[in-house]
């Protein structure tokens, strides 16, 4: 049974939900030299389903490689990647205020789609899973979109905007996964770590 993680995300959301579980974990961040933005370029014509997953193995690749060349103690490597997708358009982090109002307003009153993908490798496999979930927004007033991107809650998020933030009161109906869709499911995530024989707070003695 293995006694922790390397996770290999920057986002403390996701940091937050594997505490959730009762899994130790350390972060395994790029170093300064690395592009991890690069990973994250869209293809033309690619699917959102098919991105995230290629995105998410990419950065488990890059972490795996990072873990050999600082020569730490061996342990499992999780990854993740999360996009928001209206239709078959990704809806990736705004570059800026007017991109962040912009998307906020394609998706008000309309229902879009999270896709997150989770990799995790045991030292020997890897193993990798997708949760699929739905968000219906109410109409956004525009003063509610002025007010949300000033705060800065959408910098840095997929679809500029986080589930768990003050946004939530003008979400009408969720179907899926609600960790899912913060960055990291938590049925698929504890699948994928009991097979890999992960120590969690509710991890059979």
Not at 29 to 58: I, Q, S
Not at 179 to 195: A, F
């Amino acid at each position: 049974m293995h006694p922790y993680l390397y996770l290999a995300s920057q986002s403390p959301r996701r940091a937050q939900l594997l505490d959730q579980l009762g899994v130790a974990h350390e972060l395994l961040l790029p170093d300064d030299n690395e592009d991890a933005e690069r990973l994250e370029a869209e293809r033309p014509g690619e699917r959102p389903e098919d991105y995230v997953l290629r995105v998410t193995r990419a950065k488990l690749v890059a972490a795996r490689e990072r873990l050999a060349r600082r020569a730490w103690p061996q342990a499992p490597v999780l990854c993740s990647d999360t996009t928001v997708a209206l239709g078959l358009r990704i809806l990736g982090k705004p570059a800026d205020a007017e991109q962040a109002r912009q998307t906020l307003a394609l998706l008000s009153g309309r229902t879009h789609q999270v896709f997150t993908a989770v990799a995790v490798h045991d030292g020997r496999r890897t193993r990798v899973a997708l949760s699929r979930s739905t968000v219906q927004f109410a109409a956004l007033p525009p003063e509610v979109i002025d007010a949300y991107v000033a705060s800065g809650e959408p910098f840095g998020k997929a679809g500029a905007y986080a589930v768990q933030s003050a946004l939530a009161g003008w979400i009408a109906q969720i179907k899926g996964s609600y960790s899912g869709i913060m960055g990291l499911p938590l049925y698929e995530t504890t699948q994928l770590l009991r097979q890999a024989r992960l120590r969690m707070a509710l991890t059979p003695s």
